[in-house]
């Protein structure tokens, strides 16, 4: 079965730093790319930022781009989120997820397996 494993969310105060972790070892499958998602509470899951597998392209959304980076060690099939300057907007359930054919990576709608999500907070 196809695995993904998000970590690192946590409760922060704003300004603070976070980064999350996602682990596709489990992933036997080839994919074209990897992205990070979050919802908050009664908002729809939306966009944060994604990367192909070749890491040729990098996508952040306008909310996170200069805070936010995404990195990948392939060699673990690991992939980050460095996440700096924390905002309480940023408060959300984080999901990492996978793309498998080769499509637009910051489209949600072509990313079909899924991670549990990690909780973050931020908040003084």
């Known amino acids: 079965q196809e695995r993904l494993v998000e970590s690192g969310g946590g409760l922060v105060q704003p300004g603070e730093s976070l980064t999350l972790s996602c682990d596709a070892s489990?992933?036997?499958?080839?994919?074209?790319?990897i992205g990070w998602f979050r919802q908050a509470p009664g908002k729809e899951r939306e966009v944060v930022s994604c990367?192909?597998?070749?890491?040729?392209?990098?996508y952040y959304a306008d909310s996170v781009k200069g805070r936010f980076t995404i990195s990948r060690n392939a060699a673990k099939n690991v992939t980050y989120l460095q996440m700096n300057g924390l905002e309480p907007e940023d408060t959300a359930i984080y999901y990492c997820?996978?793309?498998?054919?080769?499509?637009?990576?910051?489209?949600?709608?072509?990313?079909?397996?899924w991670g549990q999500g990690t909780q973050v907070t931020v908040s003084s």
């Open positions: 997820a996978i793309q498998t054919w080769p499509s637009d990576i910051a489209d949600i709608e072509f990313y079909k397996y």
């Open positions: 489990g992933f036997t499958r080839s994919y074209y790319a």
């Open positions: 990367i192909s597998s070749t890491e040729y392209s990098t």
